[in-house]
């Protein structure tokens, strides 16, 4: 296990969940990972299952619809709608599960991601905003480990010597 930032952060006030997370790889290779269709499919969920991106266009007004498909080859379908971009810094999108036909199960989270690197290390940090504190509660515990299991792909796919930069 290596020693790279990985901290999670409930304020249940706010209804604010907090994460950061740093990578041992240049913020280019990060960002791509966060923003690309083909690299998001690689660690987007966490294992055993997997993403399939069915729509993916990266801009402010796009969207991505994806699945997170398990072993037995059952869907939980999800929106991310893009609503700010700014290149290699920081971008926002409100999330939704939904149906395979892209109708959304609300209320949904809006999550801000912002990205910096230093010493060839690139911090990620993550806030999200969930409106309904009961759906929050709900899903905290198991999005936790799930998003840490996801985050734990991402590494191992940034540490490979072939990854996309």
């Known amino acids: ?14 209804k604010m969940v907090y994460i950061n997370r740093e990578f041992a790889a240049d913020l280019p290779k990060v960002w791509d990972a966060f923003t690309k269709q083909e690299i998001l499919d690689q660690w987007w969920a966490p294992k055993p299952f ?37 290149p290699k810094t920081n971008f926002k999108f409100f999330n939704a599960f939904s149906d395979e036909d892209e109708n959304l199960q609300l209320p949904g989270s809006d999550w801000d991601l912002s990205f910096s690197e230093q010493n060839g290390i690139t911090k990620v940090s993550i806030s999200i905003y969930n409106e309904s ?23 191992e796919l940034l540490a490979e010597p072939n990854a996309d930069s």
């Open 50 to 86: 997997t993403s399939r991106t069915k729509i993916m266009n990266f801009e402010e007004g796009g969207r991505r619809f994806y699945a997170m498909v398990s072993p037995e080859g059952d869907e939980r379908w999800a929106v991310h709608q893009y609503t700010s971009i700014t």
């Open 1 to 14: 296990m290596n020693n790279m930032l990985f901290d999670f952060n409930f304020d249940k006030p706010t």
């Open 133 to 155: 504190i009961e759906r929050l509660e709900a899903l905290l515990e198991g999005f936790k480990q799930g998003f840490a299991m996801t985050l734990n792909s991402l590494e």
